[in-house]
T-cell receptor, first 112, second 114 residues
Framework: NAGVMQNPRHLVRRRGQEARLRCSPM?????VYWYRQLPEEGLKFMVY????????ESGMPKERFSAEFPKEGPSILRIQQVVRGDSAAYFC??????????FGNGTRLTVT | GNSVTQMEGPVTLSEEAFLTINCTYT??????LFWYVQYPGEGLQLLLK?????DKGSNKGFEATYRKETTSFHLEKGSVQVSDSAVYFC?????????????FGTGTLLAVQP
């Protein structure tokens, strides 16, 4: 019974490139959350999605960041024109209604 | 706004020592409270939770009690093991449990030495 799967585990991008982070929720889960963990800090909420809908994106930076959770396939967090300050660990978590979150192992993005 | 404050680490203990990691929160309404654990290179795992005042969450020998009067949710374990070495995060859930939008503390690194 696979858990939340994130890929890649590590991603290196040069400044100005695009980063695409993928998340496949646990089987049966229809809710996906993305969190960002900056060095020496706790996790910060970014966005909450259900299938084909963004429910809450109050934690997303206004520019360069976008997220989707299509009807088929994984959820994607996309960062355009990356900058050094985007270097962080990005965690996806999934749940079903009224159940606790299950986290993936994260994607560690390094911008050089 | 809502926030979580937890004691800074690292916390270094010898095996079988008593553990306390302090956590206090600021919130409107009645949030649910959680402790998550993160082992190196992995994602967060739910350790325990409490959904209302005076509830005690417990798991794997860890305990925490939801104290509304002191707005605290301190994590305790009577006898730690080397395998407990990890980063521990206190968190609260906004939205009264209707969503899993969590606010996390900054994490406390626990290092247990044999």
């Amino acid at each position: 019974n696979a858990g939340v799967m994130q890929n890649p585990r590590h991603l290196v991008r040069r400044r100005g490139q695009e980063a695409r982070l993928r998340c496949s929720p646990m089987k049966g889960h229809s809710h996906v959350y993305w969190y960002r963990q900056l060095p020496e800090e706790g996790l910060k909420f970014m966005v909450y999605l259900q299938k084909e809908n963004i429910i809450d994106e109050s934690g997303m930076p206004k520019e360069r960041f976008s997220a989707e959770f299509p009807k088929e396939g994984p959820s994607i967090l996309r960062i355009q024109q990356v900058v050094r300050g985007d270097s962080a660990a990005y965690f996806c978590a999934s749940s079903s209604p009224n159940s606790p979150l299950h986290f993936g192992n994260g994607t560690r993005l390094t911008v050089t | 706004g809502n926030s979580v404050t937890q004691m800074e680490g690292p916390v270094t203990l010898s095996e079988e020592a008593f553990l306390t990691i302090n956590c206090t929160y600021t919130a409107t309404g009645y949030p649910s409270l959680f402790w998550y654990v993160q082992y190196p290179g992995e994602g967060l795992q739910l350790l325990l939770k409490a959904t209302k005042a005076d509830d005690k969450g417990s798991n794997k020998g860890f305990e925490a009690t939801y104290r509304k009067e002191t707005t605290s949710f301190h994590l305790e374990k009577g006898s730690v093991q080397v395998s407990d070495s990890a980063v521990y995060f206190c968190a609260l859930s906004e939205g009264g449990g209707a969503t899993n939008k969590l606010i996390f503390g900054t994490g406390t690194l626990l290092a247990v030495q044999p």
